[in-house]
Each structure stands twice: as C-alpha cells, then as structure tokens.
Antibody, heavy 118, light 108 residues
Framework: QVQLVQSGAEVKKPGASVKVSCKAS????????INWVRQATGQGLEWMGW???????DSAQKFQDRVTMTWNTSISTAYMELSSLRYEDTAVYYC????????????WGQGSLVTVSS | DIQMTQSPSSLSASVGDRVTITCRAS??????LNWYQQKTGKAPQLLIY???SLQSGVPSRFSGSGSGTDFTLTISSLQPEDFATYYC??????????FGQGTKLEIK
C-alpha cells in the first residue's frame, strides 16, 4: 500500500534551516509529483512547492529564495529544506503525492511539526 | 495568483442533513478543482478531484460539481464521521496551487 512517512518533529532557532524527509513506499517515487504543504496551528493549508518526475521544481513566490526540494531515488525519499527560519514558519509540514495536475493530492504524509523558537 | 474563496467559513448541521459548501475561483480554472477533508490532528484526505470525480474509497454521499469559477461540494446525508474541515484547491495551468480558507463543519 502507498505510504509517505515523514521525519519527526524539530525545534529550530530563528535563522537556522530545517530539512524534512518524506519516505515513499508502495509505489515508485519518481513516477509521481511530490508537493509540500504546510499548516500553522489553527490555520488553513498553504501550498509551498512542487517537484515533478523529471526533477523540475517550483515553489510559491514567498518561499522561492528559502526552500529547496530534492529527492534521493535510491532510498525513495524526498526532502524539503527551508532556510532562514522565522517564528512564523512554525507549522506542520506535509509531503503529498499527485499523479498530475488534474488528479489532486491523493496520498499525504503524516506531517512533521517544525517549531521555531529561541 | 488564483484566489479561492469558500463559503461559509463555518457551518452547523445535524446527522442526516444535506450540506453544500461552495468555492469560487478568482478566474476560470475549468474543472481543475479538488476537495479535501481534514479531521483534527490528521492529514487532509482527497475527496473529489477534477471538480466531480470521486476519489477511490470515498463514500458516494460526497459529490462535487461546477466548472469555470463556481464549484460546490455536497454531502447528501451527513454522518457523524463527516464533521471536519473541508478545503477546496485549484490546480489549473500554473503554479501556485492555492487552497480555499476552509469550511468547518460542526454538529448542531
């Protein structure tokens, strides 16, 4: 069965970076898009960025100079690194799978809580 | 960027009720519209993609309709497990993929 299993909770200081991992099983990672979505406590869903099977990436303008999305196909794991962390980056970060732009995000990781605190 | 506006922001209903949530896009997105359900403390779950296609495993009491700028999610007969927050999301033509602000469905 398809699963996306994310790395655990992190606490980071302002200005630091965090790297969240997303291990895929039950399907071939590079046959689907991976999107990253975050959600601050009590808030809605915010799309952050996208990687397609060709390895092309794009991200929301507000993150473009701070987010890096990669994957290691040998271990079926995608990564999202967010740098220059601010207090307002405190949120649960999700990786999601999509078969294409018309298919919706059909599987989600369990979420990784990132807390930015001094 | 395409803006997505859901209404209402919150809704109280009873088990067995028929409920409709609407989502409006700031420009035409054809049928590139998806609906998600999120329960407290859990990841969202895809309900509807392509405006009206039911995701595998989702109960048939959920349905979606619309095209262009106006869309609806309908739950034909509310069940206790349906009380959650619902989000629409557009995935048309160019990034970013934007979400609506959410509709919280509560028990009356």
């Amino acid at each position: 069965q398809v699963q996306l299993v994310q790395s655990g909770a992190e606490v980071k200081k302002p200005g630091a970076s965090v790297k969240v991992s997303c291990k895929a099983s039950g399907y071939t990672l590079t046959n689907y898009d991976i999107n990253w979505v975050r959600q601050a406590t009590g808030q809605g869903l915010e799309w952050m960025g996208w990687m397609n099977p060709n390895g092309n990436t794009d991200s929301a303008q507000k993150f473009q100079d701070r987010v890096t999305m990669t994957w290691n196909t040998s271990i079926s794991t995608a990564y999202m690194e967010l740098s220059s962390l601010r207090y307002e980056d405190t949120a649960v970060y999700y990786c999601t799978r999509a078969a294409g732009w018309y298919s919706g995000f059909d599987f989600w990781g369990q979420g990784s809580l990132v807390t930015v605190s001094s | 960027d395409i803006q997505m506006t859901q209404s209402p922001s919150s809704l109280s209903a009873s088990v067995g009720d028929r409920v409709t949530i609407t989502c409006r896009a700031s420009q035409s997105i054809r049928t590139y519209l998806n609906w998600y359900q999120q329960k407290t403390g859990k990841a969202p779950q895809l309900l509807i993609y392509g405006a009206s296609s039911l995701q595998s495993g989702v109960p048939s009491r959920f349905s979606g309709s619309g095209s262009g700028t106006d869309f609806t999610l309908t739950i034909s007969s509310l069940q206790p497990e349906d009380f959650a927050t619902y989000y629409c999301q557009q995935s048309y033509n160019s990034l970013p993929f934007t979400f609506g602000q959410g509709t919280k469905l509560e028990i009356k």
